[in-house]
């Protein structure tokens, strides 16, 4: 069954530390990958996403994907975290001609001051 | 990416009763979908809606509870029927737009007592 699997549930960092966020999938072929994140109170924001080329995409708010084939792995990744990112995190997946999106689990992110 | 409008934002509604939820997208748009975020998940499509015909409804979920209505390109509607408590949630539509990406409203959020 295809699936999306987000390891941690629970992240928390530093104000200006760097952030890496996990997502494995589980997929027949490649998928189109996505990454959203949703602010308290808030619906789902679109930060990036992959559909094919460049293995490393970069979204918005500074954020960044790289795609791993061999890992089956697009962990999302931010240089310096600021306050304002502490928000849940949601990798999805869906193939190619399939317009459903299968959700993983989410990781809430706490910044520290 | 379309400007996607949902109402109402937040309701508390008392068990038995139903409750429509509006989703007005700003531009003519092929695909809508509908999904479902209970508190502390991630979200699990309900169904996905096209104009002209009836809504197809993902396993678990059925047209006698949820309702939904696809009178035109650019509106959709989602009815919770007969909620319980295990209804409370937020409900999110969302679209597809032609580069492949979901984009989401800003969700419903419903209490149910």
């Known amino acids: 069954a295809q699936s999306v699997t987000q390891p941690d549930i629970h992240i928390t960092v530093s104000e200006g530390a760097s952030l890496e966020l996990r997502c494995n999938y589980s997929y027949g072929a490649t998928p189109y990958l996505f990454w959203y994140v949703q602010s308290p109170g808030q619906g789902l924001q679109l930060l990036l996403k992959y559909f094919s080329g460049d293995t490393l995409v970069q979204g918005i708010k500074g954020f960044e994907a790289e795609f791993k084939r061999s890992q089956s792995s697009f962990n999302l990744r931010k240089p310096s975290v600021h306050w304002s990112d502490a928000a849940e995190y949601f990798c999805?997946?869906?193939?190619?001609?399939?317009?459903?999106?299968?959700f993983g689990k989410g990781t809430l992110l706490t910044v520290n001051p | 990416s379309a400007v996607i409008s949902q109402k109402p934002s937040r309701d508390i509604c008392q068990r038995g009763t139903s409750l429509t939820i509006q989703c007005q997208v700003d531009?003519?748009?092929?695909?809508m979908f509908w999904y479902r975020q209970q508190p502390g998940q991630s979200l699990t499509l309900i169904a996905t809606?096209?104009?002209?015909?009836?809504?197809?409804?993902e396993s678990g979920f059925v047209i006698d509870k949820f309702p939904i209505s696809r009178p035109n390109l650019t509106f959709s509607t989602l009815t919770v029927s007969n909620m319980s408590p295990e209804d409370s949630s937020i409900y999110l539509c969302?679209?597809?737009?032609?580069?492949?990406?979901?984009?989401f409203g800003e969700g419903s959020r419903l209490t149910v007592l």
């Open positions: 531009s003519q748009v092929t695909m």
């Open positions: 809606a096209n104009q002209g015909s009836e809504a197809t409804y």
């Open positions: 969302g679209e597809t737009a032609n580069t492949g990406e979901l984009f």
């Open positions: 999805a997946a869906r193939g190619g001609s399939n317009y459903k999106l299968t």
